[in-house]
């Protein structure tokens, strides 16, 4: 019986060590993920193709709290931790954002491109934009814009519900959605230089089974 449990502790204790180093490495590579019905798949290269079902997702991904400081106005807000997501369902739009350009060069992440979120705080939608983006942040339980998964460290796993489209400012259910592919760029500034710098942006082409 003793046995039995000393290896029942010692198989715990590996599958603790083998998570801590994956969460490590997704840390270090800024890994991203697509969750679907108790599914998890790992965004790990620059430009990665998804194929998920016609229904309800979410994205995922890691970051810093976002600090906001209410006595300054908006404009003069230092830089804070938010990732910014954006939707299009033609792939050139995709090559209007690459490694090494400004922030501010970029017609979907540039300042003011952010859209406004629901009454509820949260987007409510995925909503297709050649000039606008998810900006998505989590500061505390009364402040945010995504669900708070885990948090390791200074890190918080983070999540994007995704529980239907907005196409062409219409509200489409996803299983209602007339194409069978689109595509989602992330980023997400993790120094804070407002500069696009690898392994800070993923494109993501996804298509329904």
Do not use: W
């Not at 430009?47 to 970051?63: A, C, D, E, P, W």
Request: proline share 1%.
């Amino acid at each position: 019986m003793k046995i039995l449990r000393l290896r029942y502790l010692l198989l715990c204790g590996v599958l603790l060590t083998q998570s801590c180093k994956s969460t490590k490495t997704a840390l270090k590579n800024n890994y991203a993920f697509f969750f679907q019905d108790g599914k998890k798949t790992t965004l790990k290269e620059n430009y990665q193709t998804v194929k998920i079902n016609k229904g309800k997702f979410s994205l995922r991904f890691y970051n810093k709290r976002y600090s906001f400081n209410k006595k300054k106005p908006y404009y003069a807000q230092s830089a804070t931790y938010a990732a910014q997501a954006a939707a299009f369902v033609n792939e050139f739009e995709l090559e209007n954002v690459k490694v090494g350009m400004q922030v501010s060069d970029v017609p979907f992440f540039a300042f003011g491109s952010g859209m406004a979120t629901g009454i509820n705080g949260k987007y409510e939608s995925l909503a297709f934009n050649s000039y606008g983006h998810h900006y998505l942040m989590y500061e505390n339980q009364d402040s945010k814009r995504v669900n708070l998964i885990d948090t390791y460290g200074d890190y918080l796993e983070l999540e994007f519900e995704i529980n239907g489209f907005n196409y062409d400012r219409v509200e489409v259910k996803i299983e209602d959605f007339d194409f069978d592919e689109f595509y989602i760029v992330l980023f997400i500034d993790s120094n804070l230089n407002k500069i696009i710098d690898e392994n800070e942006l993923k494109k993501i082409e996804v298509r329904f089974n």
